[in-house]
């Protein structure tokens, strides 16, 4: 009986040495993961942070509900007035069935903003960022348009000049800030 003891106990010793080893690595990899999402999120704020907008064929407007949707459209509205493009393009779908569309909603403050209607592009389909870039480019490429200010949120211009350049789109991202 000693002999089968002395196993019993040297058996539950290692399990426990493995368990307490498993605990560790697994708190190993929460800190690395928490450490990478911080390093994102850093990365996202202090990219969204500066303002690139520089000269280009047309200005972007992403479209963000309806609050985020009028103050986008406002900052490209103050781009448009300041030179930087030649026109601006309204993106955004319904975000409701029937209801008017991020675009329209965009274009009716690019002319409240006194923005030239002739110089007012929609895009009315889209329904998410993604969405977006594939449309825009297509849109753009027709119009032989090489590059565009590309207006979002400041948390949000990250992403969104990931997904506009995977479409071959050369943007200058600028963020309407709050």
Same mark, same amino acid.
């Given at each position: 009986?000693?002999?089968?003891?002395?196993? =019993? !106990?040297?058996?539950?010793?290692?399990?426990?040495?493995?368990?307490?080893?498993?605990?560790?690595?697994?708190?190993? &990899?929460?800190? =690395?993961l =928490?450490?990478?999402?911080? !390093?994102?999120?850093?990365?996202?704020?202090?990219?969204?942070?500066?303002?690139?907008? #520089?000269?280009?064929?047309?200005?972007?407007?992403? @479209?963000? @509900?309806?609050?985020?949707?009028?103050?986008?459209?406002?900052? @490209?509205?103050? &781009?448009?007035?300041?030179?930087? *493009?030649?026109?601006? &393009? +309204? !993106? $955004?779908?319904?975000? =409701?069935?029937?209801?008017? !569309?991020?675009?329209?909603? +965009?274009?009716?403050?690019?002319?409240?903003? @006194?923005v030239?209607?002739?110089?007012?592009?929609?895009?009315?389909?889209?329904?998410?960022?993604?969405?977006?870039?594939?449309?825009?480019?297509?849109?753009?490429?027709?119009? $032989?348009? #090489?590059?565009?200010?590309?207006?979002?949120?400041?948390?949000?211009?990250?992403? *969104?000049?990931?997904?506009?350049?995977?479409?071959?789109?050369r943007v200058?991202?600028?963020?309407?800030?709050?």
């Amino acid at each position: 009986m000693g002999q089968f003891a002395a196993t =019993i !106990t040297g058996s539950l010793r290692r399990t426990a040495h493995v368990w307490r080893l498993l605990r560790q690595a697994l708190a190993l &990899l929460a800190l =690395i993961l =928490i450490g990478g999402a911080l !390093t994102l999120a850093v990365t996202i704020v202090r990219y969204g942070a500066s303002d690139r907008a #520089r000269p280009a064929d047309v200005i972007v407007v992403l @479209g963000g @509900g309806e609050a985020g949707t009028v103050r986008r459209a406002q900052h @490209g509205a103050a &781009l448009y007035r300041a030179g930087y *493009a030649p026109r601006v &393009l +309204c !993106t $955004g779908g319904a975000t =409701i069935p029937g209801g008017d !569309t991020e675009a329209a909603r +965009c274009a009716q403050v690019m002319k409240a903003e @006194g923005v030239p209607i002739v110089a007012v592009w929609r895009e009315d389909a889209s329904r998410s960022t993604a969405e977006n870039a594939y449309a825009t480019a297509a849109l753009m490429a027709a119009q $032989g348009w #090489r590059d565009a200010v590309l207006v979002s949120d400041d948390f949000h211009l990250w992403r *969104a000049r990931w997904l506009f350049e995977r479409q071959g789109v050369r943007v200058y991202p600028s963020p309407a800030q709050r």
